[in-house]
Structure formats: C-alpha cells, structure tokens
C-alpha cells in the first residue's frame, strides 16, 4: 500500500479531506492529479470496534425499517386496488407505492446535506416520528387523497430521513472493511423485504386484525426497531454545523468521472429494479407460481456482495454484479415461464443484483471527500430517484402495448436485461477515469 498523500481541499471552505491510506489512491479528479491542501489526519476509519459495530446495529435497523418497508409496496398496491380504493384504477393507486420509492431518493442531497452538519441522530428522530405518525395515520384513513398523504408522502419523507443518514455514518467508520459493513446493514433490508409483506399479508386477511391494526402493528415495530438505532447510530466524528458555499453544493456536477458514475447508475437503476417490481407478478401470471411463494422472490445475495468488495474492490465488484444481472435477465428470466425456472431465476439474480443496494453509496464514498460523503450520497439517491418514479409505469406500458401477455413479459425482461448491461458498462468507464487502470482493486 502507498504512504498517504496530500488530500484535495474545498477552496471555498478550506476543509481537508478525512482519509486512509487506502482512501487517498483515489483521486478525486479526472487527470489524476491531487490540488494542494492540507495534510491528512493520522486517525482514519478505525474499520471494528464496539462504536463501529454498534452504529452497524444502528444502522441495520433503519435498513429494516426503511427499505424493508418499501419491499412491502406490492402487498398494498393489491389491497388497495380490490379494497377500499377499488373504484380508482391501478394507475390511479400505484402513486401511493411510487411516491414511497421517490421520496426516499429524492430527498438524499437535503438530508446528506443535514448530515454533514448536524449528525445522524436529529435526522433519525424526525424520520421515525413521520415514518411512524404516517402509517398511523393511514391506518385511519378510508379516502384515496387520505392514503396518499399519510403512506405515500408522511411516511415516505420519514424514509428518506433513516436511510440516507445510515449510510453516510457507515462510511465514516470503516475503510477497508466498508463494503462488508453496508453489507451487513442492507442485509436489513433483505429481512424486512421478508417480514413486512408476510406481516401485513397475513394481518389483513386475520378478521380480528385487518388493514387498521395491521399498520399499527406494523408502526409499533418500527419503532421499537428506531429507538434502538437512536442510541447506536453515533457518528465517529461530531458534527460541525458550519456555512457551505454554493461551489460545494455544485462541484459533483463538475467532477466528469462523478457525472459519468451517476449516469450509470440511472441506467442500472432500471435494470436491477424491473425484475425487483415485476418478478413476482410474472411468476403469477407466467410461470403460475403461487402467490405465498412469489413474496419470497428476490429476498437473497446481498451480504456476499459487500464480503467480496472488500476483496476484489467495490467498483470492480458492482461492475460485474451488474453486467451479470442483466446476463442472467436475457438467458434465465427469459425462459422463466413455469415455477421451477422462476425460483431459479430469483435466487440467482437476487445474490447479482445485490450489489446494487450493498454498494449504492460505497462507491460515492470511495471517491468523496469525507466532510461531503452525506451530500454526495444525497446526490445519487436524487438522481436515482427518477428512475424509481417511473420505472413502475414504463414497465407497465411495456406490457400493456404489447399484442399478449407472452410478448409483453418477454419485452419487459429484454429491457431490464438491456438496461443492466448498458448501466454496468457506463458505470465501468467512470471507474476507469478514477483509477486509470483496466483492471485494479477498486
């Protein structure tokens, strides 16, 4: 390993860049040549230690509670289009479930920002208490405009205030054990993705309990789950609320390599999220798998992939994932249409397309100074966000123009394969504009 370098400084704000040895090998401009500025700090990521795991703890929850939650999407979208919204059409009611996925991307740049000043620990309270304070009150709610201000705004922004936030403070407590470590959070996710739509399945079809209290149960485990991440997600450094300057706020949009990076992203976005959204209801409608078994779909992969980033470099790792998720949607999804080829797609994609979430904001962290992760973090899930918006729709137009059912799901799964491929691609030239090297650990 290299000695430490002289990190790049914000010229505005004259803030040097908290990094490890490791983190210095990566530039932060595209001709490779790191700007005058201070020098490092000796006390880098201390990579372990009871801090670290606790705020892996911390964080995990939130991964449970955030993006757990927003795997349970497809149990309400079901409900609600033969329950209490049944005289609005499915268009009309995906909003609800969409408008969860947008929020908690689009607010990443407010809330990374907000990181960086103030910490994890007011963004998480004010996150818990609309994430919770939402479900409640569409628990209550019996009127469309009534579910999509509580469970498709209120509780949606509470999302966006426990992800972002948790990721940023993993990455501010380990470096080389970094990928292992969002690893393990996102396996939160993963658990969630199992329990919240099992849970709220089988509450809502229980005559003593149904949709009302199974919102409650649902907002009463949250929060229990919150208060634990309260007193663990501690950041290693204090925050220090501190003027940024407009050129801060900009300079991801001037760096080529970032912009070539969040292109990719945007693109893989919709590669790795159409099987995400569309598997189970292609198993029902396809490959005729029962629908107890399609909520198990794509539920698995993703602590292997943050393991091996470690090893074999978060970007080289994400790269492949990728471009092998998109490969696997065009030679096994596309011939998936009886149940033993359904489960064998979904277990194969779900450990590649775990990557994505595991590695999302490693690799802006990898390449960020230390005192921007959060907003840089933001940056990504922003644009990230459109994607989430409108994927749900372009896929089901893609199924509704075409002649049949078989046509539309064979469109469906050649444009998330496509997607796949092209994104990892894009993705691969930004992190050759980074480390100047065809093949590196990186």
Not at 36 to 64: E, H, I, K, R, Y
Request: neutral net charge; proline residues 6%; hydrophobic residues 50%.
């Amino acid at each position: 390993m290299s000695s430490e370098k002289t990190a790049p400084t914000d010229s505005d704000t004259g803030e040097g860049v908290f990094q490890t040895p490791d983190e210095s090998q990566l530039p932060h401009s595209l001709d490779n040549k790191p700007d005058n500025g201070v020098q490092l700090q000796a006390d880098g990521p201390p990579d372990g230690g009871t801090g670290a795991w606790l705020a892996v703890l911390g964080a995990w929850c939130c991964s449970f509670t955030s993006f757990g939650w927003m795997n349970s999407v497809g149990v309400f979208q079901s409900y609600y289009e033969f329950g209490p919204l049944k005289d609005y059409d499915s268009g009309t009611i995906s909003w609800i479930p969409s408008l969860e996925i947008f929020f908690l991307f689009f607010l990443g740049p407010a809330v990374g920002f907000l990181f960086d000043k103030y910490g994890p620990t007011p963004l998480i309270l004010v996150g818990t208490f609309l994430h919770v304070f939402g479900l409640m009150m569409a628990s209550l709610a019996t009127e469309y405009y009534q579910f999509l201000l509580a469970q498709g705004v209120c509780s949606a922004i509470g999302l966006s205030f426990l992800y972002s936030p948790a990721i940023a403070t993993i990455a501010t407590w380990f470096n080389k054990k970094r990928g292992l470590a969002m690893g393990i959070m996102v396996t939160g996710s993963s658990l969630g993705g199992v329990v919240f739509p099992i849970m709220i399945n089988r509450l809502i079809e229980n005559p003593s309990t149904g949709y009302p209290w199974a919102m409650r149960i649902a907002a009463f485990l949250i929060l229990a789950l919150q208060i634990i991440a309260v007193f663990t997600l501690r950041p290693r450094t204090a925050p220090s609320p501190k003027k940024t300057p407009a050129a801060t706020l900009t300079a991801p949009f001037k760096e080529f390599p970032f912009v070539v990076m969040l292109l990719g992203m945007f693109i893989l976005m919709y590669g790795i999220f159409i099987p995400v959204n569309y598997l189970a209801l292609q198993a029902l409608q396809e490959a005729h798998v029962s629908e107890s078994m399609s909520l198990y779909l794509v539920l698995f992969g993703r602590l292997g992939s943050g393991y091996w980033s470690d090893i074999a470099g978060r970007w080289n790792v994400f790269v492949i994932a990728g471009a092998a998720s998109g490969i696997v949607e065009l030679a096994l999804w596309i011939p998936a249409t009886y149940q033993s080829a359904a489960i064998g797609f979904a277990v194969t994609f779900g450990f590649l397309s775990g990557a994505f979430v595991s590695l999302l904001a490693a690799l802006p962290a990898s390449v960020s100074p230390l005192p921007q992760i959060g907003y840089r973090i933001g940056v990504v899930m922003l644009v990230l966000s459109l994607p989430a918006l409108t994927m749900a729709p372009i896929g089901g137009r893609i199924l509704q123009s075409a002649s049949s059912l078989d046509d539309g799901w064979l469109h469906v799964k050649i444009f998330g394969g496509v997607m796949s491929l092209a994104g990892s691609a894009v993705v691969f030239y930004a992190k050759t504009l980074y480390s100047k090297k065809f093949w590196a650990a990186f």
